[in-house]
């Protein structure tokens, strides 16, 4: 499996990265909730850089495709003195966020396909987007998760039957949270498929 995530980080591509998200939801330590991101999230915002550098350097397989993970793992090297090990996971969250944006355009007929819930925010905080409403609906591709943002403009998700049954059973309401960074790039803004905000 870990293949299919060293051959999308060396030639990145929409196919490569929609193979990626299928090896990772057949993954035994794969959690669409979000656990392994809410986890380094909480150690971020504490300050507990030692125990995310450990954390993160023991990622398992099922969380190799969340551009949060990798951020995180960033921060946490950048804190602990590895400043190589920072810009590797930068590369990483970069890649793997553009491979997210490379699947759809977040319109209806071509919702962003997500992996885990958290790359709901991890697409809002690229485009420094804020919710104003958000509901659920049954569409002919899947269930989709339509986002109001406070400008008006309008985002939808298309949730995996995995992460349609998290979202139903565990998250019904999408906020941001103010321990979660801002993924927005210069890098990844200049080649951006959707440069809405």
């Known amino acids: 499996m870990i ?26 330590d794969y959690c669409a909730v979000g656990s392994f991101v809410d986890h380094l999230a909480d150690l971020c915002q504490r300050g507990c850089y030692e125990q995310m550098f450990e954390q993160t350097e023991l990622m398992p397989f099922g969380w190799v495709a969340s551009p949060s993970a990798h951020l995180y793992a ?52 690229y485009f420094s987007a804020n919710v104003e409403k958000q509901h ?33 059973e565990n998250r019904l309401k999408l906020s941001t949270s103010p321990a979660h960074p801002r993924l927005a790039s210069k890098r990844l803004a200049a080649c951006s498929p959707r440069r809405v905000w």
């Not at 985002?155 to 998290?166: I, N």
């Open 74 to 125: 960033s921060i946490a090297a950048q804190q602990m003195g590895c400043p190589d090990d920072a810009e590797l996971e930068r590369f990483v969250t970069e890649s793997l966020l553009q491979g997210l944006l490379e699947t759809g355009d977040g319109s209806p007929h071509d919702p962003y396909q997500v992996t885990y819930l958290s790359d709901r925010h991890d697409l809002l905080a």
């Open 136 to 168: 659920l609906v049954h569409a002919p591709l899947g269930l989709l998760d339509m986002v109001t943002t406070t400008t008006g403009d309008q985002l939808c998700f298309l949730l995996s039957e995995v992460v349609a049954s998290a979202q139903l």
């Open 3 to 28: 293949d299919h995530y060293q051959a999308f980080l060396e030639a990145p591509s929409r196919a490569g990265f929609l193979k990626l998200q299928e090896e990772v939801q057949v993954d035994a």
